[in-house]
């Protein structure tokens, strides 16, 4: 795994990528963002040696390096899941090369399905705990000690000072945030009434199939993680109809803006 690391870390030096100090991962249908940065260099994921390549068509699949809030940024502007064939090792991949090239600070975002019905789609949920329901852990593989902590502590996987700066700007901003937490399960396949039920009682906010397994990653490497869940549809067990992707995607593209506005205004405060 460290020469993985190495060997990626030197392309994309080799490229121009030069010490970002934050890292963002854009998730599904939240890639607007790219147009709030100063581009210097930008690298499709096929071309980075070792890197896993996005499957899901509305994922663009590129790293790209630039000056967003007078700070120096790397971006994933498409992720990857379990539910591609993908190892959670793979998924999270990418989160340690960003740490290797000096990002001490992430910021995730991904679109999610509201548990919560007090929760809107259309709405953002500030994630403040999660819930790991993909089966495993990106830690789980040998030698997994070389690169930090084995039993990485995770009492706060989510910065408390990030989240409330967070919440200072969406006041100042008047954007709705909800805070809550974020269920992550493997997909693609969404979920049953009775899986909306009992993610309900188990006490999620909300639910998607991402997001986690990087943010276990980014409290093994030491880094400063926060995350954000757009909501895209309300998963009400005794009133559920079928979901249309479509719908999702144009949902999450009308909530955007004001995740954008929370990560850029967030950027110029670290």
Do not use: W
């Not at 581009?39 to 068509?57: D, G, L, M, Q, R």
């Not at 998924?91 to 990002?103: A, N, S, Y």
């Not at 093994?220 to 926060?226: N, Q, V």
């Amino acid at each position: 795994m460290i020469k993985l690391i190495t060997e990626s870390t030197e392309y994309l030096q080799s490229k121009g990528f030069d010490n970002p100090e934050v890292g963002i991962i854009l998730g599904t249908g939240l890639g607007q963002l790219i147009n709030k940065i100063d581009i210097i260099a930008e690298v499709s994921y096929n071309h980075i040696p070792n890197f896993p390549t996005a499957t899901v068509e509305f994922h663009k699949g590129k790293l790209v390096y630039g000056i967003l809030g007078e700070k120096k940024v790397v971006v994933m502007q498409g992720r990857f899941h379990v539910y591609e064939g993908y190892s959670l090792q793979d998924v999270t991949f990418p989160v340690r090369i960003m740490e290797k090239l000096g990002v001490k600070t992430l910021l995730v975002s991904n679109a999610a399905g509201a548990i919560n019905l007090n929760f809107k789609k259309g709405e953002i949920m500030l994630i403040d705990d999660h819930i790991n329901l993909q089966g495993s852990s990106p830690l789980a593989f040998k030698g997994v000690s070389d690169l930090g902590e084995r039993f990485t502590d995770m009492s706060a996987p989510y910065n408390l000072e990030i989240n409330s700066k967070i919440k200072e700007i969406a006041k100042s901003n008047n954007i709705k945030l909800h805070e809550g937490v974020y269920a992550s399960v493997v997909g693609p396949q969404l979920e049953t009434r009775a899986e909306y039920q009992m993610l309900k009682i188990i006490g999620a906010d909300s639910v998607g199939m991402s997001t986690v397994p990087e943010i276990i990653v980014a409290n093994h490497l030491k880094l400063k993680a926060a995350a954000v869940s757009v909501l895209t549809d309300e998963c009400d067990p005794d009133n559920l109809k079928p979901v249309d992707i479509a719908e999702i995607i144009a949902m999450a593209g009308k909530a955007e803006p004001n995740m954008i506005t929370l990560f850029t205004e967030l950027i110029k405060t670290l």
